[in-house]
């Protein structure tokens, strides 16, 4: 009788451990499936948001001027053939169009022309959510690009101290998009963070990129779905959580520089097509 109480006992015991040990997986399946599932819950649903900026670029022609201005050429790379002409940047069909081609236009030396717009001056945001749908076409050395800069110089210094959010990268001929952040801690001496996400999209069709951004987290999303939270650490300063400041929204078409690498010109011309711009604050 002894001998079988301990037998029973033993038995006890290993499915009183087997039964914790199920529990304890499943508890960890469930939190990653929570990490990784998008942000259709009830947190999100809970959210109402008014809007505040909007382009749907249903005119033909110049780009809207009490919206927008246009992107500056300079030295960084992806600024480095920017043009200000409406045969770079225009409205047609109900979409803006912004492209890069080879071309020599008289009085400009330059190799290859790109186009940029963005709406420093016009319009900033401090925490809320943007969504821009857009498409474009694909080849070596191109670099679409949604992104979000600082207005004004910068409260916390140069790039990338002030920070930047890119809510979509493309470079060459990827199969995904980049949607990253920028700033002192996370930024290398050659510009590359360390908080970056590579998410897959429709190459075919139009996709919508966006992010929601409040005073503790970035969240980046393609076509609604959650992709990368950057969540601003305890006891951060600048360094961490440079985004407690307004940006402004920039749209460009670049290439032939930096990131991609040369282009090859077989593949030009480079387009991005823009369905619409949405921006919206919480009510």
Known sequence: M????ILLNGL?????CSTLQIKAQSGVTKALQQQSSPAEGPAKARVKWKLVFSDKFDSNGAFDQSKWVYSSR???????YLTASPEYVYQKGGKLLLKMDK?????????????????????????GKVEVRAKFTK???????IWMMPEGSGAYGGWPNSGEIDIMEHVNNEPV???????????????ASKATHQASYDAEDFNTYGIIWNAETIQFY???????????????????WP?????????????????????????????????????????
């Not at 393609?222 to 961490?240: C, H, I, M, R």
């Open 177 to 191: 998009i980049h949607q990253t952040i920028h700033n002192t801690a996370m930024t290398d001496a050659a510009g």
């Open 139 to 145: 080849g070596k050395g191109s670099w679409p690009a």
């Open 12 to 16: 006890s015991l290993v499915l009183a």
């Open 243 to 283: 985004f407690d400041k307004p940006f402004y929204l920039i749209l460009n078409q670049a290439g032939g520089a930096g990131w991609p690498g040369a282009l090859e010109e077989q593949d030009l011309p480079f387009e991005m097509q823009v369905d619409w711009v949405k921006v919206y604050k919480q009510k």
């Open 222 to 240: 393609v076509n609604d779905v959650l992709q990368y939270t950057y969540a601003k650490p305890e006891g951060s300063t600048f360094k961490e």
């Open 2 to 5: 002894k001998k079988r109480a």
């Open 103 to 127: 071309a020599n236009l008289p009085g400009d030396s330059v190799p290859y022309h790109s186009a940029g717009i963005q709406t420093s001056g016009k319009f900033s945001l401090l925490y």
């Open 74 to 80: 300079g030295n960084p790379a992806w600024a480095r």
